[in-house]
Structure formats: structure tokens, C-alpha cells
């Protein structure tokens, strides 16, 4: 297998998009399972004149993802002889498809394949679980955060040649969205008992009168979704808009929303807190959930930073505190860019982003070969 390249997305309550390790080059790991071809290929790629792979990969704790592979460029083209593979992780609420949602020009998954990258894309949609996990009960914490947290305990550096973080969260004290906000305050420790559901499922019915409550709350304008939860985007379009409004959101861990509102309210970046001495030391070993470390990532991964002026989820003053965490990195395997105009949903859908993102990306990961 070769060795992975990583881009990674945001990570916030309702936008968490991760580009992420790669999965292998020009041949396929044997731990995936080839599967027919109606799902996204069918759909958002394959018409685009792109060859798409479907396959299901079983995680080691027994979940079965979907995963699909755009291993060339359209019609053929952008082939080499190695290919470096690059893996696309979207984040909470949404799924792989918010990378295909553009046009071929100007969607991430596509211009890399284009670019002459092995595409892997991580998606949830149609997701099953094995007999193992009867709930969606995940402790991990989506998007960039999942990335940074898993760095500084050494975990997944074996496997990563690099990473790109676009729109990185990693603390939340900062985070200026009203809904955003007013959810974190809602997510306490009970709400699984509230909802009695494990999935927060955004389309369905106890959800759907959840959120209709946040939104009727003074302060709150859900008028427009997209900029509530994620700033005033400079550079959208609006049919990409209303096709990404058609497709997402979807559903998520209702545990890992109770983990972000944790982060927003402790100002802290830790583990899940159980709400309960006993819990915590049953999992922990102790009273209190463990904090992360950042500054033990490794200085020497390669890593691009990527962050707007805009952002209401992913405050600049939330990435310079990350990024003061990074200040002993290498400075040569250190590459951080500002976008003052650029808020969260820019840098997956915005019509610019190839100029001014993506393009730098391609850059970064053909420097490393």
C-alpha cells in the first residue's frame, strides 16, 4: 500500500468536511469489497465521463463505510504510472457527495483526479453496520478534529504522508453562528435520554421539531441555513446550493454532537465527557475526560493549513490557537494560508476555490514526490 496523503475539512456541528489519508495507489487494498455501481458512482460521478469504483471497507470496531474511487482523470485522462491516492473524508451531517457538487472544473474530488491523484472518497450514505453495533455510537470527533486528535497520540502518523486541513476546527470558544450556539447549549449530556435515539437523524421527525425550536429562538435566523450555520460564504452558487440542500443534511452520532457542544462549552479540546465520575473512570481511568495535546503532533508531517476571515464556525481566533500549538512544527512541513474573504462552505463548494485553494493543494501534494 502506498503511503497516504491527506486533506482535511473542518469539523463543526452541522458542515464537518475532512479530506484525509489516502488508501492506496494503483492497487486496491484487499481489506475493501468491491460492490455494483448504482450508488454515487452512478449518480455524481460516472456521468461526468470519470471511471468510479465502488467498495465497502469494515472498520476495525466492526462498521461497514462505503467508500468510492475515481482512479483517473475523465475519459482516461491525468493517468500515471503511480498514482499518489489521496483520501476525501467529508464530515458530520453531510457525506462524500458535497466534493462532487460542482462542476468537474471545479469540484475537489474531480480536478484531483484530473491532476493525475488516485481518489478515494469517504461516504456515509446507505452506510450499513455490522451485527456488532446495533447503534450509531461513535467516540470520535468528526472532520479536522478527528485528524488532530489521532496526530497527537501518534495515531494514523505511520499511515499519513501528509495533511491538509481546510477550515480547521479544533477549538470552538470563538464559534460565531446563533444556531451553532444555541445548539451547543441544548446538546447537554441527557439528550440521547430526551430523543431516546442514538442517530440524530436531521430528517426526522423528533430532530426536525428540535431544530424548529432552536430557529424560534431570539437571535437565531434560519432563513438562510447555509450562511446560520457557517458565515457569510463570499463565493457560492446557488444551485450548488440548493443541489447540496437536496442532498445533505444527513445523519450523525447524536454522541457526536454532544461531543462538539462539549468543546464549544468547556472551551477545551478533550475526550467525550460521560457526565459521570463512575462512566469517565470506567472508560478513562479517570475522573475527567483526558485533554488532547496538539502540541505532540509530530513537526515533521508535511501539513497545509487553509483558513478564511469569514468563517463563523472555524473563528480565526480558534485557528491561531491551534496554530500556536504548532508553532515548534517544522517550518519547512508547515504551510498555512489565509482567505479573508472565505467562510466555512467556500472551501468545498465555492466557484473560486480552484484559483485560490485547490490549486495550492496540488502544489503542496506534488512537492512531496
Not at 430523543?195 to 437523524?201: C, K, P, V, W, Y
Not at 497545509?304 to 480565526?316: H, N, Q, W
Not at 500549538?325 to 465555492?350: R, T
Request: hydrophobic share 40%; aromatic share 8%; net charge negative.
Amino acid at each position: 500500500m502506498a503511503a497516504l496523503s491527506v486533506a482535511v475539512l473542518g469539523s463543526l456541528p452541522v458542515f464537518l468536511l475532512l479530506v484525509g489519508p489516502a488508501m492506496g495507489s494503483s492497487r486496491v487494498p484487499s481489506s475493501l469489497i468491491a460492490q455494483p455501481e448504482p450508488g454515487m458512482c452512478g449518480t455524481v460521478v460516472s456521468v461526468h465521463g470519470y471511471k468510479c469504483e465502488e467498495y465497502e471497507a469494515t472498520t476495525d470496531d466492526g462498521y461497514i463505510l462505503s467508500v468510492q474511487r475515481i482512479p483517473q482523470g475523465r475519459n482516461g485522462g491525468g493517468r500515471t504510472l503511480r498514482p499518489p491516492p489521496v483520501l476525501l473524508q467529508h464530515g458530520v451531517l453531510v457525506d462524500g457527495t458535497t466534493w462532487l457538487l460542482n462542476s468537474p472544473e471545479q469540484s475537489l474530488a474531480m480536478i484531483l483526479a484530473d491532476s493525475g491523484f488516485d481518489v478515494w472518497i469517504s461516504n456515509i450514505r446507505g452506510t450499513r453496520y455490522s451485527r456488532r453495533h446495533v447503534t450509531l455510537d461513535a467516540n470520535t470527533d468528526p472532520g479536522t478534529l478527528m485528524a488532530l486528535a489521532s496526530f497527537s497520540e501518534g495515531r494514523l502518523v505511520d499511515k499519513v504522508k501528509s495533511a491538509v486541513l481546510l477550515s480547521p476546527i479544533a477549538y470552538l470558544s470563538h464559534m460565531t453562528t446563533g444556531l451553532g450556539l444555541m445548539a451547543a447549549r441544548a446538546f447537554v449530556g441527557e439528550i440521547t435520554t430526551i430523543f431516546g435515539l442514538a442517530e440524530f437523524n436531521p430528517k426526522g421527525e423528533p430532530v426536525s421539531q428540535f431544530l424548529k425550536a432552536l430557529c424560534a429562538q431570539p437571535g437565531v435566523d434560519c432563513f438562510d441555513l447555509m450562511s446560520a450555520l457557517t458565515g457569510k460564504n463570499c463565493c457560492l452558487n446557488s444551485s450548488t446550493v440548493e443541489l447540496f440542500l437536496k442532498y445533505e443534511p444527513q445523519s450523525t452520532s447524536t454522541k457526536n454532537l454532544v461531543h462538539l457542544a462539549q468543546t464549544v462549552r468547556d472551551g477545551i479540546l478533550a475526550k467525550y465527557d460521560y457526565g459521570n465520575n463512575d462512566f469517565n473512570l470506567a472508560h478513562y481511568g479517570e475522573a475527567r475526560p483526558p485533554r488532547y495535546n496538539l502540541s505532540n503532533i509530530p513537526g515533521d508531517i508535511p501539513m497545509f493549513i487553509s483558513y478564511g476571515g469569514e468563517d463563523a464556525l472555524s473563528d480565526v481566533r480558534d485557528v491561531e490557537s491551534l496554530l500556536d500549538y504548532l508553532k515548534l512544527h517544522d517550518v519547512l512541513k508547515l504551510h498555512v494560508q489565509y482567505i479573508k474573504d472565505y467562510a466555512h462552505a467556500d472551501f468545498i463548494i465555492g466557484i473560486t476555490a480552484k484559483d485560490v485553494v485547490y490549486n495550492q493543494i496540488i502544489n503542496f501534494f506534488r512537492n512531496l514526490h
